[in-house]
């Protein structure tokens, strides 16, 4: 279950992320109450699930989920560069984020 919660967490932080750029630094209202929303709600996730998990994996799984979600949102709604070395990249985290999941431990 703490591993959902990163998960879900590292999904809203893709949300904040986006809104932030959308916000055109806080002068727009929406953005600007959107951000608020998903980061209360991703750093409040994350931080109900680190007491049960490890910091050094849960905190590499949420900001690789934010981080390949932020760039690929980018790509696919914001006209975001595309590239074979960023879509591999991209991948590796993606992968990294797998590995790391697999190898966190619960107390």
């Known amino acids: ?17 986006v809104c932030l750029k959308l916000s055109h630094g806080f002068t727009r209202l929406w953005p600007t109450v959107a951000f608020c929303v998903f980061a209360l709600g991703s750093f409040g996730l994350l931080t109900l699930s680190l007491k049960k998990l490890d910091v050094g994996p849960a905190y590499a799984v949420w900001t690789g989920i934010g981080a390949a979600g932020t760039a690929i949102y980018g790509m696919i709604f914001l006209g975001d560069l595309v590239s074979t070395l960023k879509i591999v990249s991209i991948s590796f985290v993606i992968f990294g984020v797998i590995g790391l999941q697999l190898s966190g431990s619960a107390h």
């Open 1 to 17: 279950m703490a591993w959902l919660l990163v998960v879900v967490a590292g999904v809203l932080e893709t949300g904040f992320a």
